[in-house]
């Protein structure tokens, strides 16, 4: 991968909302994994169903001490960032109210074309800057937007797994079922910028020759996206 600090659009904090505390200590085998890992977030939709931009829906968080508000967006960063060296997020085009959150955060911010905006398209968008901007990683882990409920486990998990089987692709599963993020070989990126519109990634993963390996969790969070305004609740 390329040094983060010699990428222009790579946001750079000292204190940024997502750094990691003395009490999240990360497992040298997720260290390992997670600086091999380009971690993708998708977060250039619409919120059709929502009725307004989710990515700013605050969010009652609580711990054992305090209750705290946050954007559906930066709690979704905030279960991200500590586990990775390199991170893509998706955005949409013009979107200066994202990148004034993203500021925030060490990550690269790429803005989606302006029509059409879909799935698909965001995937294409991220791969493309990966091959264009970067060293190859090893592979790719994609998050999306409104998903802040994962726990840091569950990541370390999925990387240790990917670590285990890099030609395979790797995905959680909660009481039986597939959830996100999904974890790809590198090898998908050529593919990947070829998605248009709403078209994920499961038709390549079908027609791909690589196995799928699906990581039992201790996580609702994997199935858990925020498509309404009652579901933050």
């Not at 999240?24 to 998708?42: F, H, M, P, R």
């Amino acid at each position: 991968m390329a040094n983060p600090s010699n990428s222009p659009q790579r946001n750079q904090t000292t204190n940024q909302p997502g750094s990691q505390s003395g009490n999240e200590k990360v497992s040298q085998v997720e260290k390992v994994a997670g600086d091999e890992t380009v971690a993708i977030v998708l977060a250039a939709g619409f919120s059709k169903r929502f009725g307004s931009d989710k990515r700013f829906h605050p969010l009652q968080l609580s711990n054992k001490e305090t209750v705290q508000s946050k954007p559906l967006l930066q709690a979704t960063l905030d279960s991200i960032v500590p586990q990775f060296q390199h991170i893509v997020v998706v955005h949409r085009f013009e979107d200066e109210d994202i990148l004034a959150l993203l500021k925030h955060y060490p990550v690269n911010a790429v803005a989606a074309p302006k029509a059409p905006i879909g799935l698909g398209v965001s995937l294409a968008t991220a791969a493309k800057y990966i091959l264009e901007k970067t060293q190859p990683p090893k592979r790719l882990m994609v998050f999306l937007g409104d998903m802040p409920n994962i726990k840091h486990a569950t990541i370390e998990q999925l990387l240790a797994q990917s670590a285990k089987s890099p030609d395979a692709v790797v995905r959680p599963r909660y009481q039986g079922k597939s959830g996100h993020p999904v974890c790809l070989p590198a090898t998908f990126l050529k593919a990947l910028t070829s998605l248009n519109r709403d078209e994920g990634a499961a038709a390549l993963i079908q027609t791909s020759n690589c196995p799928v390996l699906r990581v039992d969790v201790n996580d609702s969070g994997v199935l858990f996206d925020i498509d309404t305004p009652e579901q933050s609740g």
